[in-house]
């Protein structure tokens, strides 16, 4: 049986740097996929993550104006893994994007993980545009 468990707001992804990580990330054709039905706001492109020292990393694509709480991880066992979904519930209307994206961290704590828990995230990836 699936637990569901959605985070007050937040956001995720995730991308292996394999000698950094403390926790486990899966490649694609491992991760599973869950369902994003019913889920609040749209599903947010990464344009990458990492999971080290039980945090979650995601650079995620900015207009000038995103931070955290404009995200919202959601976090769902799938096969004895954790799977996140990052969704976006607040719009970035700014008009300044940033070529490198933005940097947003959750501990594992703030996502209900515990240390060292294995994990893969349930959004696509997004290269960055060329310039």
């Known amino acids: 049986m699936e637990r569901l468990t959605t985070l007050t707001r937040g956001g995720l992804a995730a991308v292996g740097a394999a000698g950094l990580l403390s926790a486990c990330v899966a490649t694609p054709e491992e991760t599973p996929t869950a369902s994003t039905a019913g889920m609040p706001g749209e599903l947010e492109p990464v344009r990458a993550a990492a999971f080290t020292q039980d945090q ?3 650079w995620v694509t900015s207009n000038g104006c995103t931070e955290k709480e404009d995200l919202l991880p959601i976090v769902s066992l799938q096969g004895g893994k954790a799977v996140i979904t990052l969704r976006r519930i607040d719009e970035d209307t700014c008009r300044k994007p ?6 947003l961290k959750w501990s594992f704590d703030e996502l209900g993980l515990p240390a060292g828990s294995p994990v893969v ?8 545009s060329g310039g």
């Not at 940033?98 to 940097?103: F, H, T």
């Open 56 to 58: 979650a990393v995601f």
């Open 98 to 103: 940033q070529d490198e994206g933005v940097e």
């Open 121 to 128: 995230v349930n959004n696509p990836y997004q290269l960055p």
